[in-house]
């Protein structure tokens, strides 16, 4: 039977059936139609938007208002896909109750079908208080770029013995929260794994090892669109920037010397 929209319970049915999970990043109506036709089970507004759209340094300069935005254009050219969308930094951690307004103006304005919190026991109650008010959560254990000042930068997590145990206790915590799904970002493959293993819900790695139920990379990265660094482990599927460049470069060649537009 051909699947019409993914659900999260059928994330769930995936795992259960070791069929590896598909998950890319999208933050226009143009892309998420591609991945919507390609039939990627979850389409994530990540808040990479900031970095990788909007110019910003980091993830944490973005804003909920920016992301009610970019959600609503992937809502445009969605309908089979999970839609994602990341709660940016300070817009669930002050209060749970300024947790449920935001997260709830995502789905509700938005067009979300499920948001994505980065942390571990600290987010633990919120996603609680979102599961009651009919919200589902992804979580999001290892490289969460909101903490980068605190984590001094995009660096490899859980490489400790006492980080390895203190993540597979998140993992297990934020299961026990009632998220639908992990993303494991930047850890070491045999935690990733470990951590697959002893949760019942997917994990989907980006950095994480191929032992993870799925992978997510950033749609940018994946395209060959990213301008500065790309994480190592990241696989480019296409060079669009140097398409892109030559397109221009003949463009602006053709009017110059006179040869676009043709009489
Ligand atoms: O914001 C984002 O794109 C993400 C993915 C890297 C998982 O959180």
């Not at 973005?62 to 896909?81: I, P, Q, Y």
């Not at 190592?232 to 892109?244: P, R, W």
Request: net charge neutral; aromatic share 4%; with cysteine.
């Amino acid at each position: 039977m051909k699947i019409k929209k993914i659900t999260t319970t059928a994330l769930l049915e995936m795992k259960k059936n070791g069929e590896k999970i598909t998950a890319l990043t999208a933050y226009d109506a143009a892309i998420a139609k591609i991945l919507n036709a390609s039939q990627i089970e979850i389409v994530l507004v990540g808040d990479s938007v900031g970095n990788v759209k909007l110019g910003y340094e980091n993830t944490i300069s973005v804003t909920l208002e920016e992301m009610l935005h970019h959600t609503k254009a992937v809502k445009r050219g969605n309908s089979f896909s999970l839609l994602v969308t990341d709660m940016p930094y300070l817009t669930y951690q002050l209060s749970i109750e300024q947790a449920k307004v935001n997260a709830g103006r995502l789905i509700k304005e938005g067009g979300a079908e499920a948001v994505k919190l980065e942390g571990g026991l600290e987010v633990a109650n919120t996603i609680k208080a979102l599961g009651e008010i009919h919200i589902p959560v992804m979580g999001h254990l290892g490289l969460t770029p909101q903490s980068i000042h605190q984590i001094g930068g995009y660096k490899i997590q859980g490489t400790t013995q006492e980080s390895k145990e203190k993540m597979v206790r998140d993992a297990k915590i934020l299961e026990g929260a009632g998220v639908f799904a992990i993303v494991l970002e930047a850890i070491p493959e045999d935690l990733a794994q470990e951590i697959t293993k002893k949760i019942s819900v997917p994990t989907i790695g980006i950095g994480a090892g191929p032992g993870c139920d799925g992978q997510i990379l950033v749609s940018d990265d994946l395209l060959g669109l990213t301008e500065g660094h790309v994480p190592k482990f990241v696989k480019q599927y296409a060079d669009l920037k140097t398409e892109i460049y030559k397109a221009v470069r003949a463009f602006k060649n053709e009017v110059k010397t006179k040869h676009y537009p043709c009489s």
